[in-house]
């Protein structure tokens, strides 16, 4: 459970959580084509592994399982979660553009976009959160 959630962060926080599991199956997709990319690139199948393993996270964190939430404390905070979504939308971004049409390309590229869009929501709630926190005189 994120703490440090508001009211703001309420009403949206139901298409977040599907957008969030989404993307992390998705995630694990990528991870799985990787797996068969990288024959013999070693790197690649690192970045595979992963990213496959930062999709179970992103599932774990979402199921809210209590492993995810004692040793990954950062996935229960707004602004960690930002972050890490949007660290995350850059590990998956295609490395050059000029391979569009490559499909596996576009996969990147559009689960780096929600990747993004998401780390972004996270941030959004946290700032606006934290000012009306701050009015409150809670900091």
């Avoid at 979402?62 to 950062?74: G, R, V």
């Avoid at 391979?99 to 959004?124: D, E, H, K, M, R």
Wanted: net charge positive; aromatic share 16%.
């Amino acid at each position: 459970m994120i703490e440090d959630q508001g009211d703001c962060f309420q009403k949206i926080k139901p298409l977040v959580r599907v957008m969030n599991f989404t993307i992390g199956i998705a995630l694990i997709a990528l991870a799985v084509l990787g797996f068969f990319a990288a024959t013999l690139q070693p790197l690649l199948f690192l970045s595979g592994l992963y990213l496959g393993l930062f999709g179970v996270m992103i599932l774990s964190s979402e199921i809210e399982l209590k492993f995810i939430e004692d040793y990954f404390n950062f996935l229960k905070t707004l602004l960690g979660r930002g972050i890490f979504y949007i660290y995350l939308g850059s590990m998956c971004a295609p490395e050059t553009l000029y391979g569009l049409a490559n499909p596996i390309t576009w996969f990147q590229l559009i689960l780096s976009i929600c990747f993004y869009f998401s780390g972004l929501v996270y941030l959004i709630a946290y700032g606006i959160n934290r000012r009306s926190s701050s009015k409150k005189g809670l900091y």
